[in-house]
Antibody
């Protein structure tokens, strides 16, 4: 079955960068894109961007453009999300989601930004 | 960008109640709308896609419908397991989520 397994929790200081991973299995990785969605504590879901797993093309929400990069390693069926210039407001759970009908989510990675 | 306006933000109900959540899109998105249920500490669970198509294994008490740019999620008879937060989600143009509706016990 389709599985998306994300990397473990991170604690970062303001101004630092973080790179999260998402390991896909149970399907052909390059056949489906990967979306990244975040959820701040007690808040709603916020779409960040999309990665074309086949060719590496990306699209971003305007809010994250320039501060987030999405990459992949097709040989390892891995997707990555890197965010720079972290601030306290970036404290959230970050999810990877398989493109398609939106039914396949990773378990989420908590990123805590605190001095 | 497509905006989704979801209402209400909170809904108090009892087991057995009929519950309705509304999501209005800022432009035509055809039927590219999904509904999710989320419980604390868990990833969202897909209930309905393409506005009215129930995901496999989701109880038939969950009903999705569309009228133009207004979408509705109805729970025909609330079960104890249904107390959760619900989100609408458009995937016509990029992705957008509604603000969420928390269904709690009256």
């Amino acid at each position: 079955q389709v599985q998306l397994v994300q990397s473990g929790a991170e604690v970062k200081k303001p101004g630092a960068s973080v790179k999260l991973s998402c390991k896909a299995s149970g399907y052909t990785f390059t056949s489906f894109g990967i979306h990244w969605v975040r959820q701040a504590p007690g808040q709603g879901l916020e779409w960040m961007g999309w990665l074309n797993s086949a060719n590496g093309d990306t699209m971003f929400s305007q809010i994250f453009r320039g501060r987030v990069s999405l990459t992949r390693d097709t040989t390892a069926s891995m997707a990555y999300m890197e965010m720079t210039s972290l601030r306290s407001e970036d404290t959230a759970v970050y999810y990877c989601v398989r493109d398609g009908n939106g039914g396949d989510w990773g378990q989420g990675t908590l990123v805590t930004v605190s001095s | 960008d497509v905006q989704l306006t979801q209402s209400p933000s909170t809904l108090s109900a009892s087991v057995g109640d009929r519950v309705t959540i509304t999501c209005r899109a800022s432009q035509n998105i055809n039927d590219w709308l999904a509904w999710y249920q989320q419980k604390p500490g868990k990833a969202p669970k897909l209930l309905i896609q393409r506005a009215s198509n129930l995901e496999t294994g989701v109880p038939s008490r969950f009903i999705g419908s569309r009228s133009g740019t207004e979408f509705t999620l109805t729970i025909s008879s609330l079960h104890p397991d249904d107390f959760a937060t619900y989100y609408c989600h458009q995937y016509h143009t990029y992705w957008t989520f509604g603000q969420g509706t928390r269904v709690d016990i009256k």
